[in-house]
T-cell receptor
Framework: GAGVSQSPSNKVTEKGKDVELRCDPI?????LYWYRQSLGQGLEFLIY????????KSGLPSDRFSAERTGGSVSTLTIQRTQQEDSAVYLC???????????????FGPGTRLTVL | EDQVTQSPEALRLQEGESSSLNCSYT??????LFWYRQDPGKGPEFLFT???AGEEKEKERLKATLTKKESFLHITAPKPEDSATYLC?????????FGAGTTVTVRA
C-alpha cells in the first residue's frame, strides 16, 4: 500500500522567504508527526497531531514555525522568514494513533530537504 | 529528560563479519524501543519494535534484543546491502527520542 508521501522532495529558498512543506500520511493513520534532521544530528521532534488537533507543539523551535492538519489527513509545516539555520531535512511520520498501552509504530516519509541560502 | 545513546558512531565490516550495535536509553515509562534503517537521502525505514526486557526479534540477518537499559542490534554475516545508518528510538507515550545513529559500512 502507499506509504507516507512528502512534497517537495527538495526546496531551495532565500533567507527571509516563507516555505510550506506538505505531508500526506498513510490512509487510516490518525496520528501524524514532524521531525527535523540536521546534518550529523539525530532526529529532533517538532510537533504531534492526533486527528486535526496538535496536543504537543513543544518541539517547534520558534514562533516562525507552525503546522496544521486538515480533514485528519494532510498536514502542512510552514516556516516563515526562513533563516540559514533552518536548513535541514524535514521528516513526516504517521501512525495508527493508539492512545494507550504499547508505543505506536511510526512510519516515515522520504523527507523534504530544505536549503536556505 | 529522555536520552538515547548509540555506539559506535561508525562501524566498518568485512562481508560475513558479524557484529553488534548498542543503544542505551534513559526513558521514564518506556512504551517501546524502535529500530530503523536509514539509507542516504531517504527517510527511516522501520525494522523492529521491542516492548519488554528479554524480548527478541529477527529479520533476515538482523536480530534485536532488549534489556532494561539497553538494546542491541546484531548483524549476522552481513552483506554489502546491509550498509546503512541504523537508528534506535525510545518511546515515552507518543514521542520518540532518537539516538544519533550508527553508520554501518560492509565491504565485499
Amino acid at each position: 500500500g502507499a506509504g507516507v508521501s512528502q512534497s517537495p522532495s527538495n526546496k531551495v529558498t532565500e533567507k527571509g522567504k516563507d516555505v510550506e512543506l506538505r505531508c500526506d500520511p498513510i490512509s487510516g493513520h490518525t496520528a501524524l508527526y514532524w521531525y527535523r534532521q540536521s546534518l550529523g544530528q539525530g532526529l529532533e521532534f517538532l510537533i504531534y497531531f492526533q486527528g486535526n488537533s496538535a496536543p504537543d507543539k513543544s518541539g517547534l523551535p520558534s514562533d516562525r514555525f507552525s503546522a496544521e492538519r486538515t480533514g485528519g489527513s494532510v498536514s502542512t509545516l510552514t516556516i516563515q522568514r526562513t533563516q540559514q539555520e533552518d536548513s535541514a531535512v524535514y521528516l513526516c511520520a504517521s501512525s495508527l494513533g493508539r492512545t494507550s498501552g504499547a508505543g505506536d509504530t511510526q512510519y516515515f516519509g522520504p523527507g523534504t530537504r530544505l536549503t536556505v541560502l | 529528560e529522555d536520552q538515547v545513546t548509540q555506539s559506535p558512531e561508525a562501524l566498518r565490516l568485512q562481508e560475513g563479519e558479524s557484529s553488534s550495535l548498542n543503544c542505551s536509553y534513559t526513558v521514564s515509562g518506556l512504551r517501546g524501543l524502535f529500530w530503523y534503517r536509514q539509507d542516504p537521502g531517504k527517510g527511516p525505514e522501520f525494522l523492529f519494535t521491542l516492548y519488554s526486557a528479554g524480548e527478541e526479534k529477527e529479520k533476515e540477518r538482523l536480530k534485536a534484543t532488549l534489556t532494561k537499559k539497553e538494546s542491541f542490534l546484531h548483524i549476522t554475516a552481513p552483506k554489502p546491502e546491509d550498509s546503512a545508518t541504523y537508528l534506535c528510538a525510545a518511546a515515552n507515550d507518543y514521542k520518540l527520542s532518537f539516538g544519533a545513529g550508527t553508520t554501518v559500512t560492509v565491504r565485499a
